[in-house]
């Protein structure tokens, strides 16, 4: 496959490349300097000259609390960036994949969510990837995927962040007395590794349309945590806390666990359970050494 990817310096982008090149497909990494998903004829052009096969779209614009202060930034990017790629691949006769979030849902449901519940989103960002959602498989001619993830973490940190998860907490745990996270935020942590092999095997399978993409079973963050140090041997005084215990508004949905429903019927098998990845990332070698703040583009 020819396969161009957006958001190629990301997190999630870098491994989605990583992993497509590695299986022998052609890869057109295009990272923020290379497409502005927000402009049309940025999108138009790039993809023009890559002429792909297929277009994964990661980029994204996230921070929750600068999404509240410019949810006009927010949609241009996650909403009418959706839009742009998907015109952009009707016109080459690409097909398409749109990357989202399990921050579509509000969280109240009390168990994993699957592709049949209907999103409510709490925050700018839930809602501007819930319209990109839309705006991807309406523009759409060719086949198009949608996926969603949960707690991601991959092999460089993300692009906005300067960290992921679990790089910030191994900071913290070094630099830090004691360490706080909070045990009443659900979610299903899952390596971006683990998301580039099932999503290739989704489009091999050629069964578009909405799919969750996410680590079998859910934890806290606290319990992510736990599982973290006992796996790296960090003695680091490790305490509960609830999102209450800290400033600002919360935007999390408290239980954004996501289940794979879709991805089983389709591959017959399930993705790991979120213990096994983690012990997989680790032993992989990924996190040797946190990166330093703000290495990874």
């Not at 052609?26 to 300097?33: F, N």
């Not at 921050?103 to 925050?123: K, L, M, N």
């Not at 060719?142 to 460089?156: E, F, L, M, N, Q």
Request: hydrophobic share 45%.
């Amino acid at each position: 496959m020819r396969v161009a990817v957006l958001g190629a310096t990301g997190q999630l982008g870098t491994d989605l490349a990583a992993h497509f090149a590695a299986s022998g497909d052609e890869v057109a990494r295009l990272g923020h300097d290379a497409v502005r998903v927000e402009d049309a004829a940025s999108v138009r052009d790039a993809l023009a000259a890559a002429r792909p096969e297929v277009v994964v779209n990661t980029a994204a614009f996230h921070p929750l609390g600068r999404c509240e202060e410019e949810p006009e930034r927010a949609f241009a990017v996650n909403a009418l960036g959706a839009r742009h790629v998907a015109r952009a691949c009707r016109e080459l006769g690409a097909r398409q994949v749109f990357v989202s979030t399990d921050y579509v849902f509000d969280g109240r449901a009390g168990r994993a969510y699957s592709e049949e519940d209907t999103p409510r989103p709490i925050s700018v960002y839930g809602a501007s990837k819930l319209a990109g959602e839309h705006l991807a498989l309406a523009e759409a001619a060719a086949p198009a995927w949608v996926i969603r993830v949960s707690a991601i973490y991959g092999r460089v940190p993300s692009r906005a962040k300067g960290d992921n998860f679990l790089t910030m907490i191994l900071r913290r745990a070094r630099e830090q007395p004691e360490v706080r996270v909070v045990d009443d935020e659900i979610v299903s942590p899952t390596p971006t590794a683990e998301i580039a092999r099932a999503l290739r095997e989704l489009l091999l399978a050629d069964r578009p349309g909405l799919y969750h993409l996410a680590c079998e079973g859910s934890c806290s963050w606290h319990e992510l945590t736990q599982v973290l140090f006992e796996l790296r041997g960090i003695d680091t005084p490790l305490r509960a806390a609830r999102t209450s215990d800290f400033p600002g508004p919360n935007l999390r949905p408290a239980h954004s666990a996501l289940e794979s429903r879709r991805y089983r019927e389709v591959c017959g098998h399930a993705l790991p359970h979120w213990r096994d990845a983690l012990a997989a990332h680790l032993a992989s070698g990924a996190l040797a050494e946190a990166p330093p703040r703000g290495a990874a583009g």
